[in-house]
């Protein structure tokens, strides 16, 4: 099926310091989005992008994170600064339309120490 | 979490059995998705739907919008088959998917 790409698969970084997690969306796709996934639990929903805009954000999306997808290129999560509770898995994900099919990457393990 | 529940949380089974999970919603949904995360962690489609069933191989899924309802059936579990299954739905109002909180599956030999 069609492949979502995240760079890097894993990442160690100092409490406070700044972290970018890269996204390689399905290429036709329009909307893009960011989930949070902590030890194996529930898949939490963090922001949707679409058209260069923030469409939807949880609560879980705090001050300190930003997405963008400049010029097409990667669609990036940004933590600035990284705080320990900000450990986990975060997945991206890509559909063509609003409420189609959405494909996921296999995630980025994020460790703040 | 809440929007979105799933049961069992968690099953067993023995390789060659079959097995129903569900997936119950609070929130008006108009899609489904079913995927199974692998013990490596990725998230593998299973099914898309809208009101109706889909049937691939040994798996079977239905959603019931007006219920607010979906199933997934496995047939003739194998090994393979472990890991977490997730629903998701989403909603006319919202342009992203909930997850439910998903149901651990073993399958033992």
């Known amino acids: 099926g069609p492949k979502v790409l995240q760079i890097p698969s894993h990442q160690i970084i100092d409490m406070g310091q700044m972290v970018t997690l890269n996204c390689d969306p399905v290429?036709?796709?329009?909307?893009f989005y960011w989930y949070k996934q902590i030890l194996g639990q529930q898949m939490e929903f963090l922001v949707n992008?679409?058209?260069?805009?923030?469409?939807?954000k949880s609560k879980l999306f705090k001050d300190q994170f930003s997405v963008e997808r400049p010029d097409g290129s990667y669609f990036t999560l940004k933590i600035q600064p990284t705080a320990l509770e900000d450990s986990a898995v975060y997945f991206c994900?890509?559909?063509?339309?609003?409420?189609?099919?959405?494909?996921f990457g296999k995630g980025t393990r994020l460790t703040v120490v | 979490g809440d929007k979105v529940k799933q049961s069992p949380s968690a099953l067993s089974l023995q390789e060659g059995t079959n097995s129903a999970l569900r997936c119950n919603f609070s929130?008006?949904?108009?899609?489904v998705q079913w995927f199974l995360q692998n013990p490596r962690g990725s998230l593998i489609n299973l099914f898309y739907?809208?009101?109706g069933t889909k049937e691939n191989g040994r798996l079977k899924s239905a959603f019931d919008s007006k219920e607010s309802y979906s199933t997934l059936h496995i047939r003739d579990a194998q090994l393979e088959d472990s890991g977490t299954y997730f629903c998701?739905?989403?909603?006319?109002?919202?342009?992203?998917?909930?997850f439910g909180t998903g149901t651990r599956l073993q399958v033992l030999p």
């Open positions: 929130i008006a949904a108009t899609t």
């Open positions: 290429s036709n796709h329009l909307y």
């Open positions: 992008f679409y058209n260069g805009k923030v469409m939807e």
């Open positions: 998701a739905a989403a909603s006319s109002n919202t342009n992203k998917v909930v």
């Open positions: 994900a890509s559909s063509l339309g609003a409420n189609t099919e959405v494909f």
């Open positions: 739907l809208v009101p």
